[in-house]
Every structure is written in structure tokens, then in C-alpha cells.
């Protein structure tokens, strides 16, 4: 049982999102994350802290392996974005609910493309709120700027309602959304590997971006004061989380798509976490990334599971003391 107060939750109450998705990049394994974390002790772990929780599965429904084989689900160079689409709409669908009714949505990927569906449906619930975005990477290419053509790369891009018009015609429902992603609500806690299209829009419209450098510089006490900051000036809005888990070092996390030297330790990286759910203005939280098909040893499956156990328990109380 925790003793922390969620300022924007009743009750206690958790819905857990299930996001076995992995159209938004090319490797299998990480539309396991969701069962590998239960099997770990998810459910568990939020009860052991006092929290009712419900799972809602909006992806059921789908042949996920089938559509992902779809050749045919392609737009300019952007990848399967039919499938990414339509699994967002769902995804945005479950959190919006879980807003409406004052629970917190903890999203499970999955890949980060989920991200899209999660920071839009918390910025259009919460106009006046923070978001956090945990990662080594921005995620902020558009159909224009993105390398790989792989739709993880893009998710805040979508949510902000950038380069409409290079968009693929699946993604028109997000323009319906009233409240998008502001620039100035959305910070980056994490980063080491951004694109030069990144780099440029990071620059353009402002965009508070904490990078490993940072970290090192001022530590990372001083960097989530200085991230919530920017986010939330006021101090009394709520705050949703991001969390690709490769933004912590692949010493600890490397069972996950696209691991880059040099990150979080696994202390900092909790850390943080701890910090934000001291605040009392946690509404939102995604973890996503975990990948248990691209560990080479039984002991990263372990220490990469557990790493997302551990950021969902300091979420949601977990306290030492
Ligand atoms: N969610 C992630 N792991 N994203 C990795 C993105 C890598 C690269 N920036 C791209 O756009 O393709
Ligand atoms: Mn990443
Ligand atoms: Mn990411």
C-alpha cells in the first residue's frame, strides 16, 4: 500500500490498457510486452499498492500478425499506416474513457506509435496539462522527415497536428480532435539519438528537450524540476508519463528495438519516475518498448521486464520508506 495522493485520480482506480502492437516498426517481439509484463506480476504489483484495477484490451479484436503482413499497407514511405491508425483509434478511444472516468490509464506496449493515441487523448482531456516524454529518442519525424519510414518515430508529430498536409489520409480522425499536443506542454527527458529533421523542429517551435548531456550536467534531480517546470508552471496540473524504455541504458534494458549507449542508469531512470509520482499530479502513464524476442540472454528478458515492473510501481507509489 502507498501512502502517495493522486491529485486527478478517484479511488485508486488503474485501467490498465493493453497495447500488443508492433506495426509501428519492423521487428517481432514487442506485441509481447503486454503478456510478459503480466506474467511478471503487473496486475500484482498495482493491487500490492492499493490500486483496483481493470484491463481493457481495445486491440482484441484484431488479427494483429495478419494485418501487420498487409504488403499493401503503405503511404509514400510511411509504414503500415492503416494498421497504425486504426489501432491508435482504439488506443485513443480506451484512454479518453479512462479519463472521462478519473481512473489512471497505465498503456502497455507495444511499440511507441501507441504514444500518439495516449498523449492526444490526455492533452485533449487535460488541455492544461504536462506531458513527459522518457526516451532516447524524439519521436517527433513527420511523413516528411522520418529516415525509416517507421511510424515509432512520429507519434508526438501526429499528436501535435504537424505537417498536416504530408499526412497519410488514415491519420484525418486526429484532426477532428479538439485539444492537440502544445509545444510548450510536451517535454523530453532522456535523449541521444535525434534525427537532423528532429533536431530542426525541436528548435523551431521551442520544444524543452533534457538530453543525456543534461542529465550529466545538472543531474537528474535538477532536470525533472526543470522539465515540470516547463510543463507545468503552475505546479498544480496533471502530468502524463511517456516511458520508452530504452531511454534507460541498455546495460539494464536490452531487450528493446533500438537500444543506444550511453542512457538513464537504471537508478535515474526510476528516479524520476519516484519524483513525478511525488508531486501528486500523475493522470497518464505508457510503458512501452519492451521487446523480450530481441534478448540474446534469459537475464535480459529478466532485467528488461522487471525495469518496466519497476517504473510502473514508482508511478504509482512505490516508496522505499
Ligand atoms: N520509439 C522508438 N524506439 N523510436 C525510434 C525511432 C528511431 C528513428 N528516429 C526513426 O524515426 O526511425
Ligand atoms: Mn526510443
Ligand atoms: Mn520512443
Known sequence: MSDLEYKFVSARKVTVIRAPFSGGQGKGGVEDGPDKMEEFGLLRDIAELGWTATVDDPLAKFDLATLKADPSDVYGNCKRPKMVSDCCRLIFDAATAAHENKTLPVTVG???SIGMATILAFANAHPDGGILWIDAHADINTPSTTPSGNLHGCPVAFAMGLEEDSWPPHFDWIKQVKHKVRPDRIAYIGLRDVDPGEKKLLKELGIAAYSMYHVDKYGINK???MALQRVNPSGNKPVHVSYDVDAIDPLYVAATGTPVRGGLSLREGLFLVEEIAA?????????????PALASTETHIVDTV?????????ALGETIL
Do not use: K, M, W
Request: glycine residues 14%; hydrophobic residues 45%; negative net charge.
Open 110 to 112: 507495444g511499440d511507441h
Open 223 to 225: 532536470v525533472v524540476e
Open 279 to 291: 508531486t501528486g499530479n500523475l493522470a497518464g502513464l505508457d510503458i512501452v518498448e519492451v521487446n
Open 306 to 314: 522487471n525495469a518496466g515492473l519497476s517504473i510502473a510501481r514508482c
